[in-house]
Every structure is written in structure tokens, then in C-alpha cells.
């Protein structure tokens, strides 16, 4: 513990500092507090600038910005330490913690980088794909529950354009035809909330 708190270490002992107090302060609920701005770096038609294309080399965008900085704090702090023994073992003695603090800075970048490309992989977008439900007319759905019949409406499954499942409550355009479970329905119109 003491040489972590050495002060050739004291940067990267305050950056896991912070990581840790990052993750209490999420665990506990407390991270609402924080708004997390929306770097976004998708530039349409193509048109990257310098500063979009050093944020998207440095993984802005890729994960919500309290991962890349949580991320960020862990590469420098854990690749620092490592450094410092590295050297030291090899050196006799560890670098000042200034030019340690610039080393582990130039490996951590791109190691974060690295990092919050993988995470950026499997983390979940918030993305939708709403549609109105007029959206739905034309499109071929199932009776899910109930039975179908004129003033008798059943809930039907369909799905849109997007792939995206929906639960409509449908009946029989004619007054003699009625579906159940199971059955293919062609949504062709909509009277308020019925299809």
C-alpha cells in the first residue's frame, strides 16, 4: 500500500481513486446526478473533420461517456503502476512521477481506445424505430389472444417495417367472418384504436 501512495505512483493512485469513487457513486444510485452529455461523432454524408476524427480515434462515441472515462481512469491508473514496476524493476528505481504520468498518458490512449471499441461492440444503443400505427396497415399479422369477430376485437401481433414486434387489437372487416389464436390477418384498415 505504501508504495502505491509513493509519490512517483500518486497519479495513478488518485486516478483508481476516482474510478472507485466513479463506480460508488453509480452503485449507490447517486449517478443521475451526473447528466452524461451525447458525444455523438456520426457526421453525415461522410464529412469528417479533425476534431471528429481525433474523438472517434480516442473511442468518444462509441460508449456513453461515464464508461470511456471510467475506462480511462482504469488504463491510465492500472498501465501507470505497471510502468512504474517495469522501470523500476529494470532501473533500479521508478520514473518521477511526471514523466511517468506522460509515458502511461501515451499507452493509455490508445489502450482506451482499444477498450471502448470492444465495449462499443456489445454495448446496447438507444435507438427507435417508432412508427405510427398506421404504419401497420398492410402488413400481415397473427391473432395472439381471443377470438376475433365484428365488435369483438382480439389482440394481434404484427410486426413493422423495422422488424420491431406490435400488439394491435384487431377485427373482421365482414360481419360474418371471425379468426382465432393462431390464425393470419391482413390489416387493411383503422377505426380508432382498432385495426
Do not use: K, Y
Not at 76 to 95: D, V
Amino acid at each position: 500500500m505504501s508504495a502505491l501512495l509513493a509519490p512517483e505512483n500518486l497519479p495513478f493512485a488518485v486516478s483508481l481513486a476516482l474510478l472507485g469513487l466513479l463506480v460508488i457513486v453509480q452503485a449507490l444510485g447517486f449517478g443521475h446526478f451526473f447528466p452524461d452529455p451525447d458525444f455523438d461523432t456520426d457526421v453525415p454524408d461522410g464529412d469528417i473533420g479533425l476534431g471528429d476524427g481525433l474523438a472517434s480515434m480516442v473511442g468518444f462515441g462509441r460508449v456513453p461517456l461515464l464508461v470511456w472515462l471510467a475506462s480511462m481512469l482504469a488504463c491510465f491508473g492500472l498501465l501507470g503502476l505497471s510502468l512504474q514496476q517495469l522501470i523500476a524493476g529494470l532501473f533500479g528505481s521508478p520514473f518521477p512521477a511526471g514523466a511517468a504520468s506522460a509515458a502511461a498518458l501515451l499507452v493509455a490512449v490508445p489502450a482506451n481506445a482499444v477498450v471502448t471499441r470492444l465495449l462499443g461492440a456489445v454495448w446496447p444503443r438507444d435507438e427507435t424505430t417508432a412508427i405510427p400505427i398506421d404504419g401497420l396497415l398492410g402488413r400481415r399479422g397473427t391473432i395472439a389472444v381471443g377470438r376475433a369477430s365484428r365488435g369483438n376485437p382480439a389482440r394481434a401481433t404484427v410486426h413493422d417495417i423495422h422488424s420491431q414486434l406490435h400488439n394491435v387489437m384487431v377485427e373482421p372487416h365482414e360481419d360474418q367472418a371471425s379468426f382465432g389464436e393462431g390464425d393470419e390477418v391482413l390489416l387493411v384498415r383503422r377505426e380508432g384504436a382498432i385495426v
